[in-house]
């Protein structure tokens, strides 16, 4: 798949031409910056972001203050829940004297994601009106009318008991898994929680075996409750990683530190091989291309609950920094920081949240790959959604029109050119696919990929997490022989 996709509305931007225009160059930039807008509404998109116009316009381009307001949050204005410091003492007194809800590992990882504005405008778990309007048409209805996306309910689950403590109680504490109180919910709302309803509408199925749902929503309350949300302090984990999670507002601050006139995240939750950076760094030349000056990368990791067999986020973490120190993705350009949300697996339905958050953070393009968010089924041998079909619901999805969606660009290894290159159908014998299945197959084996296919530095730290894995494994067989 191109990297561009064309828009049939291309001929619509010549409305916006000045009329005192004596060339054609700034209709053909215009033009070609239509073919990375996604929307088929684009016309309708220029209109509300003239911004984005004058972002490519020669004329103006040197008149614009660079600043990291390049895509406004949604809501118009970036959410923010932790409590000032001056009222902290007083807040948490009266969190003493709540009625208490006791949150899991992943209500936690929520507990961030709203706290600092990810979910914007979102201020708390949702109650019933915002959960239905996500669950039911994956968007929100402002007060002013307008839609803001929303595919996936963020919600807190709560047992008979809890509920039954709560009883008409209007505010209530959050407790972390470790006792500490670290925030409140107030003016709440409890309603039903259906759980059958909500798997079947966010995964299209209620298969056994999807790895959030087994978790979290199976284990979960009978019990839905919904508030304002009020966090005493940031979210933070102490597991040596808290410097990568960067906040929505400081990465708006950092893309305004270098100057970026364009941001374009990369998702991933997998460890960066060669055939990515191709991709990233081809698409920082097409940027450069269209006019701009400097467009940043965000590297930006999934840093919340992933299943069993995905690599955990401190080794991915370390090898992404091997990537960057071998000069595979240029530091200069290149802002690596750890994504706080819980990951679905839920494909075409999660991939909107996931460029939605990255609006919030400042991010004006974002790349999608093939089958984002998706997995294999769990109990067929199959993919559990087409592999297209995420890139194709970015390009329809209310709420998401100001973002420009770039799709992947399918690479693959080259054994004539013994690198990973963009993928050559009139060659396609002499190309190797290597899947995320395969590469971890190798890692597990001690066999070393082709060369070229990741840096040296960032295969021995995958090599490395699976010897320990297995010397692991083989320890607990021992005990287990000798218990026997």
Not at 100 to 118: N, R
Request: hydrophobic share 35%.
């Amino acid at each position: 798949m191109s990297l561009l996709i064309r828009s049939t509305y291309v001929s619509h931007l010549t409305l916006y031409q000045p009329r005192n225009s004596k060339s054609s160059s700034f209709t053909n930039q215009i033009s070609f910056f239509s073919s990375f807008n996604h929307n088929p509404f684009v016309n309708l998109v220029y209109k509300r972001n003239p911004t984005i116009m004058q972002s490519v316009s020669p004329s103006s381009s040197s008149k614009m203050a660079v600043k990291s307001s390049l895509i406004d949050p949604d809501g118009g204005e970036l959410v923010e829940l932790i409590v000032p410091e001056s009222d902290i003492a007083a807040k948490k007194a009266e969190s003493e004297t709540m009625p208490k809800v006791k949150l899991t590992k992943i209500d936690l990882e929520w507990v961030h994601v709203i706290s600092e504005g990810w979910a914007s405008p979102l201020k708390g778990f949702m109650r019933e009106d915002e959960y239905l309007q996500s669950l039911h048409f994956n968007s929100l209805r402002l007060q002013n009318g307008t839609f803001v996306n929303m595919s996936l309910p963020i919600v807190l689950a709560i047992d008979d008991d809890t509920k039954q403590q709560i009883g008409s109680s209007q505010n209530v504490a959050l407790v972390s898994p470790q006792g500490d109180i670290i925030g409140s919910l107030r003016s709440v709302e409890i309603y039903k929680h259906n759980k059958e309803e909500r798997i079947a509408r966010t995964w299209g199925t209620t298969s056994p075996g999807l790895p959030y749902v087994e978790e979290y929503i199976t284990p979960s309350g009978n019990w839905l409750i919904g508030g304002d949300l009020e966090v005493f302090e940031p979210i933070k984990y102490n597991d040596g990683l808290d410097h990568y999670r960067l906040s929505p507002k400081q990465l708006r601050k950092e893309f305004d530190n270098r100057q970026a006139d364009a941001v374009f995240a990369f998702q991933l939750r997998n460890p960066v091989h060669n055939g990515h950076a191709l991709l990233m760094n081809d698409t920082r030349k097409r940027l450069l291309d269209m006019g701009y000056k400097n467009p940043i990368l965000l590297l930006h990791p999934l840093g919340g609950f992933t299943k069993a067999d995905d690599v955990p986020l401190d080794v991915r973490m370390e090898q992404h920094s091997k990537v960057l120190e071998d000069g595979v993705l240029d530091p200069e350009t290149t802002i690596v920081s750890i994504f706080p949300s819980p990951m679905h697996y839920a494909g075409p339905t999660e991939v909107q949240w996931h460029a939605k958050a990255r609006i919030n953070a400042g991010a004006n393009f974002y790349i999608v790959g093939r089958d984002p968010a998706g997995m294999g089924h769990p109990t067929e041998k199959r993919d559990l959604y087409d592999p297209d079909h995420g890139k194709k619901v970015l390009s329809m999805a209310p709420g998401l029109e100001k973002l420009n969606i770039l799709p992947f660009r399918v690479a693959a290894y080259d054994t004539v050119e013994k690198k990973m290159a963009f993928f050559d159908p009139s060659r396609a014998k002499e190309f190797l696919f290597i899947s995320g299945t395969k590469m971890r197959t190798y890692a597990r084996t001690g066999e070393n990929p082709p060369d070229g296919f990741m840096c040296p530095s960032g295969w021995n730290v995958l090599v490395k997490y699976y010897e320990s894995l297995q010397e692991s494994e083989e320890s607990s067989k021992q005990q287990a022989v000798v218990s026997a």
